[in-house]
């Protein structure tokens, strides 16, 4: 079994960052993707952000140019820095993992930017 714990979310005025961090554990026993998704109210959930077992990284549309994900050396913990947030972005953020046929996410932290 595989748990993921998201942090870091809060609120933010427009313009201004975040980071937000997750923490796998358990069973990790073979190459991993791990990636970021939103789900904003009323929406369904969309992709941000993943990087692979290689180290390579790949955005998806929503926070194109705004959102970075990275990991530790191990691989245990990601980051997405989220920059020039906008209201918009209000949502709460997951973290995933996706190993081999299995799946797992974590409970969401969330993000709210307003003035």
């Known amino acids: 079994q595989v748990q993921l714990v998201e942090s870091g979310g809060g609120k933010v005025q427009p313009g201004g960052s975040l980071r937000l961090s997750c923490t796998a554990s358990g069973l990790l026993t073979g190459p991993y993707v791990m990636q970021w998704y939103r789900q904003a109210p009323g929406k369904e959930r969309e992709f941000v952000a993943a990087?692979?077992?290689?180290?390579?990284?790949k955005g998806g549309d929503s926070m194109k140019g705004r959102a970075t994900i990275s990991r530790d050396r191990q691989g245990k913990f990601i980051y997405l820095q989220m920059n020039n947030l906008e209201p918009d972005d209000t949502a709460v953020y997951y973290c995933r993992l996706a190993m081999g046929d299995r799946d797992y996410w974590g409970q969401g932290t969330q993000v709210a930017v307003s003035s």
């Open positions: 990087i692979y077992p290689n180290g390579n990284t």
